[in-house]
């Protein structure tokens, strides 16, 4: 094929090209005007939700910077990890005994004993006295 013929082709289908990225681009700032970039937010009003709709109250909770991911020791000697999933929170309540808790270099971790729910990782300053005694800390 030759540089002519090609160019000619190019040509030819570029209205093609530039419609569909105009299709594209339409399809994007619509998403954006519905409202496909928000998500949710966990702070305590949301933990406390959680926790009475599974008949618990909130005791004490740590919440993510970014306010994606918490941790909360609730009553009755049980833990709840809620994550953001796109625009609803994922939580999941197990006793304490179900939870494997470190802090290490700045980083909370806890891992359930069973593979159903993905570990909590997520950035924490200082971990109260209540995180540190469950991860086996001095506070």
Do not use: C
């Not at 030759?2 to 093609?16: D, G, S």
């Not at 409202?35 to 702070?43: E, L, M, P, V």
């Not at 470190?102 to 924490?124: V, W």
């Amino acid at each position: 094929m030759n540089l002519e013929a090609y160019l000619a082709q190019w040509i030819a289908e570029a209205p093609v090209l530039a419609g569909s990225a105009a299709v594209v681009v339409f399809m994007i700032a619509v998403a954006a005007l519905l409202g496909f970039r928000n998500t949710a937010k966990i702070d305590a009003l949301e933990l406390a939700r959680l926790a009475e709709a599974e008949g618990a109250r909130v005791e004490d909770s740590v919440i993510a910077p970014n306010a994606r991911q918490a941790l909360a020791r609730l009553s009755g000697g049980k833990l709840m990890v809620a994550r953001v999933m796109g625009t609803d929170v994922s939580a999941r309540i197990a006793p304490i005994g179900a939870l494997q808790v470190a802090f290490r270099k700045g980083k909370l971790s806890a891992r359930f004993a069973d593979l159903g729910f993905p570990p909590l990782h997520m950035r924490l300053q200082a971990p109260p006295s209540w995180l540190a005694e469950l991860a086996g800390e001095p506070a």
